[in-house]
């Protein structure tokens, strides 16, 4: 199977600070990943997607500049979160999507990273 | 039309009963229907998926009905075990390209012995 991996798995910083997450996909070439944010019992928040070697496309309402994404390669991509605050205390995953054969294609989530922020 | 509507929002099952969850979507465009299982504190695991070109697929307990003319798209979970107790997402996207799934809100199913 397809594997993605996130790192750390959890981080608690101090407000202000910035915090990075590392997203890669361990046995797989992506062709575009995204990131979603979860708040407890609810579903999955795109926050934007992202190609390898081009700025990355985010959601209506989620601000570029505080959540800064790079995708270095075809199996890299960070989030920073940049000045956070409480409100930024959150469940961040990434995901990775495999072509398949053909038009094909899966997507793969990494196992999710929870940030606190006090 | 983006949306995909998803339910029960929660599912309570015996043992060995069959789980059912529900997805309906608007966009004629998606084709693509993929189910994900998600535990607490974990990222969502890819499931089973299925495209419009057929009507159903299974893999082991896991079973995708689909019904293209109403639009709708069902995972059934049969002998359902205790181990089963997630959280369920339906999804759908358009391929190819980079176009993001949608996602469901979600089915908190528990089997209980």
């Known amino acids: 199977g397809a594997v993605v991996s996130q790192h750390p798995s959890w981080v608690i910083c101090k407000s202000g600070t910035s915090v990075k997450i590392e997203c890669r996909s361990l046995d797989f070439q992506a062709t575009t990943m995204f990131w979603y944010r979860q708040f407890p019992k609810q579903s999955l928040m795109l926050m934007a997607t992202s190609n390898e070697g081009s700025k990355a496309t985010y959601e209506q309402g989620v601000e570029k500049d505080k959540f800064l994404i790079n995708h270095a390669s075809l199996t890299l991509s960070t989030l920073t979160v940049t000045s956070a605050h409480p409100e930024d205390s959150s469940f961040y995953i990434c995901s990775a999507r495999l072509r398949r054969t053909g038009k094909r294609y899966e997507q793969y989530f990494g196992p999710g990273t929870r940030l606190t922020v006090t | 039309q983006q949306q995909v509507k998803q339910s029960p929002q929660s599912l309570i099952v015996q043992k060995g009963g069959i789980s059912i969850i529900n997805c309906a979507y608007e966009?004629?465009?998606?084709?693509?229907f993929p189910w994900y299982q998600q535990f607490p504190g974990k990222g969502p695991a890819l499931l089973i998926a299925?495209?419009?070109?057929?009507s159903e697929k299974k893999e082991g307990r896991f079973t995708i009905s689909f019904n293209k003319s109403a639009k709708q798209f069902s995972l059934h979970i049969m002998d359902s075990q205790p181990g089963d107790s997630a959280t369920y997402f339906c999804a759908a996207s358009i391929s190819p390209g980079n176009t993001p799934l949608v996602f469901g809100k979600g089915t908190r199913l528990s089997v209980i012995a």
């Open positions: 966009n004629t465009a998606f084709d693509y």
């Open positions: 299925i495209r419009p070109d057929v």
